[in-house]
């Protein structure tokens, strides 16, 4: 079974900008969750969706958003990007609700903020 | 308030050494789940191992062991006769049933075994 994966491997933007990530669960997957890596903060969650509804979502402000397709695909939006969103973006995948189960994590997107 | 905590920011050992991470967690539920994920290098979060609230059953994958205890909270992990390619940030987490696949990490802790 393929991984993971995450599209595009790293990302260089300026203030301003908004950006969209985008993540390919494993196959059979229908939960997709997505992570902030800082040096600063760790890993803190974004949000969660399951079968195309967030269901879960962090404490992060409005500009960061998302979205999954019926395929379970999962898109993230990070609107007027500013240099605190210089960041590792992570994507994890699922086959259950309760958190019960290990996620799967991709490689990742780098993503600076120039 | 924090939920996962890894005191330990950095350590380093000498091959074939061993050595234990600690968390230590907190949640007012009955039922949670922790996990503990290898990031190597590059980047990619690596799952190790994952316990149920209900089973405090000590486990041992070759050389990884790891120890649950509720009483104090704590699930430590254990590396035995650590390795160079043991080198890496490793982290523990929580998911609550509550919030079911919400996963609450630690601030990782990163290990750099000295050949």
């Known amino acids: 079974k393929a991984g993971v994966t995450q599209t595009p491997r790293y990302l260089i933007k300026t203030r301003g900008q908004q950006v969209t990530l985008s993540c390919s669960p494993i196959?059979?997957?229908?939960?997709v969750s997505w992570y902030q890596q800082t040096p600063g903060q760790g890993l803190q969650f974004l949000f969660e969706?399951?079968?195309?509804?967030?269901?879960n979502k962090g404490n992060f402000p409005g500009r960061f958003s998302g979205r999954q397709f019926s395929n379970s695909r999962s898109e993230m939006n990070v609107s007027t990007l500013e240099l605190g969103d210089s960041a590792l973006y992570l994507c994890?995948?699922?086959?259950?609700?309760?958190?019960?189960?290990?996620?799967?994590f991709g490689p990742g997107t780098r993503l600076t903020v120039t | 308030a924090q939920k996962v905590t890894q005191a330990q920011t950095e350590i380093s050992v000498v091959e074939k050494e061993d050595v234990t991470l600690d968390c230590v967690y907190e949640t007012r539920d009955t039922t949670y789940y922790l996990f503990w994920y290898k990031q190597p290098p590059s980047g990619e979060l690596v799952f190790l191992i994952r316990?149920?609230?209900?089973?405090?059953q000590n486990e041992i994958s070759g050389r990884y062991s790891w120890n649950f205890q509720k009483s104090t909270s704590s699930f430590n992990f254990t590396i035995t006769a650590s390795q160079v390619v043991d080198s890496a940030v490793y982290f523990c987490?929580?998911?609550?049933?509550?919030?079911?696949?919400?996963?609450?990490f630690g601030t990782g802790t990163s290990l750099t075994v000295i050949p």
């Open positions: 987490a929580l998911s609550e049933i509550k919030t079911g696949n919400q996963f609450y």
């Open positions: 196959s059979g997957h229908r939960s």
């Open positions: 994890a995948s699922s086959n259950v609700l309760q958190g019960s189960d290990e996620q799967y």
């Open positions: 316990r149920n609230s209900f089973d405090e």
């Open positions: 969706y399951f079968s195309e509804t967030q269901r």
